[in-house]
């Protein structure tokens, strides 16, 4: 992997072309021994060709295309690109209306000069956090390939897409850490805006009270930049934060429970680490988080939601869906008008309180996930994939709930077991939270 602002410097010096970027991508992912086939649902090597010969003309005539510029990109097969249809990682919509504009976040990129390699796999219509997919295939987690790991989900393909240097970053959504899971899986960096920064128009929702759009990369900084521009600001640097006197809460409660001892051992060593650094570390609890699962047992926001999207194509087609996704949405079927008016109400007062137990500190640590990737097939079994997608989505899910930004950066050391580091920030606290993101990755990264 190579950050996006090292692969910008190169272009700008001429020593590698933006064609050079769009070919190394394109054999890499259809390298027979790799995981691109499983990883890209469809592959846009003509059109990015062309625009990375656009790139590297306009720059041979002294017209500097941009900064990012002939750099690609991968997306999660849910954006609208124009002239396609927006399937989702489903069979279901393969062969709906094509869009008709690319959604504000595409169209984004491109103006910035990044050129979207393909689109990528993901769980079937974002609501799984595992990545398994029936219909293109499942990517492995680059850890242990040969035993063939889930890579996390729902954005799985664009974390094997960066992760394996088929594309230098991607696009995902998140809305119970769809971006941070597979981060977390596949040993890079993943970023949750505070959703409301982040245009969602244009994206096949989820739960719109939860959806949100964010990067996966190789880097806190690489992150930043492309969060920036997925928001229509400026992408600078991050401003590191001093780490020395930063008050930072481990939550005693929910958040360690039936974490791994591989993961304890890295979340541990990573807090040594950080206080070694002098950032001063509090266990405490934080009662807010005790009343989610009795508020979420009916299936939440994401299946009243999702149920509410789909109820239609549910009666038509629901035989050609994942059947375990198929039964997650139609949970939603049976929640009533009052229980989901009482959900919002709950989420109000909850985030009040929250906001106030953390007010006090400059940000919340925990695992991103408490376990390392199972692999796959240990899934087959119904209860064993419901119990492991519970379980990884817990941590990661409070984030969405509670309307905060928050990011999982790599905590492991090469070898090892892939495990993340979550940050959650405070509501549109975003350019603090990158700030102090950007010093723990230093604090973090092998000596």
């Known amino acids: 992997m190579r950050r996006i602002d090292e692969l910008a410097q190169a272009l700008a010096a001429g020593t590698i072309t933006s064609r050079s970027l769009i070919e190394e991508s394109l054999a890499r992912i259809g390298d027979p021994d790799g995981e691109g086939e499983r990883t890209f649902i469809k592959v846009h090597a003509e059109p990015a060709r062309a625009m990375a010969d656009a790139v590297d003309l306009m720059r041979r005539d002294g017209r500097p295309p941009g900064r990012y510029a002939g750099i690609p990109v991968a997306l999660k097969d849910l954006f609208d690109v124009a002239g396609e249809p927006t399937p989702a990682g489903s069979v279901v919509l393969a062969e709906a209306p094509a869009a008709e504009v690319d959604a504000p976040v595409v169209e984004r990129l491109r103006q910035a000069g990044f050129i979207p390699i393909g689109r990528v796999n993901m769980t079937e219509f974002a609501f799984s956090g595992l990545g398994i997919n029936p219909h293109h295939g499942t990517p492995a987690s680059p850890w242990e390939r040969s035993s063939r790991r889930i890579p996390g989900g729902s954005s799985s393909g664009t974390a094997v897409a960066v992760a394996d240097g088929m594309a230098a970053a991607g696009l995902g959504t998140d809305t119970g850490g769809s971006c941070r899971i597979p981060a977390a899986f596949c040993g890079i960096v993943g970023y949750k805006p505070t959703a409301r920064r982040v245009p969602i128009s244009g994206v096949l929702p989820l739960a719109p009270s939860l959806d949100s759009v964010g990067p996966l ?3 806190v900084a690489c992150c930043a930049r492309i969060d920036a521009i997925l928001a229509g600001e400026p992408p600078t640097p991050p401003i590191p934060a001093r780490l020395n ?15 791994d001892a591989s993961v304890g051992a890295t979340f541990d060593k990573a807090l040594s680490k950080l206080s070694a650094a002098g950032a001063r570390i509090e266990r405490t609890r934080f009662t807010e988080f005790d009343e989610l699962p009795t508020l979420n047992a009916r299936g939440g926001f994401a299946a009243a939601e999702a149920y509410a ?6 009666a038509t087609q629901g035989s ?5 996704i198929r039964v997650r949405i139609a949970r939603g079927e049976h929640i009533s ?24 500190f400059d940000g919340v640590l925990m695992p991103t996930v408490p376990i390392i990737a199972p692999r796959i097939a240990d899934l087959d079994d119904e209860r064993a994939y419901n119990s492991a997608n519970m379980l990884i989505l817990r941590n990661t899910a409070l984030g969405n ?8 950066l790599p905590c492991h050391h090469p070898g090892e077991a892939p495990v993340g580091l979550m940050l959650m920030g405070e509501t549109m606290g975003d350019a603090r939270l990158f700030g102090i993101a950007n010093a723990m990755e230093r604090a973090l990264s092998p000596k």
């Open 217 to 219: 990369a190789p880097s």
């Open 245 to 259: 006197g930063l008050h930072l809460a481990v939550p005693e409660n929910v958040v360690l429970d039936g974490i």
């Open 309 to 314: 999207w789909h109820r239609r194509l549910l």
């Open 320 to 324: 050609r869906y994942d059947p375990r």
């Open 337 to 360: 008008a009052a229980d989901y008016i009482d959900l919002l109400q709950a989420r109000v007062r909850l985030i009040g309180g929250f906001d106030s137990a953390t007010a006090g």
């Open 401 to 408: 709930f509670f309307d905060r930004c928050a990011i999982s």
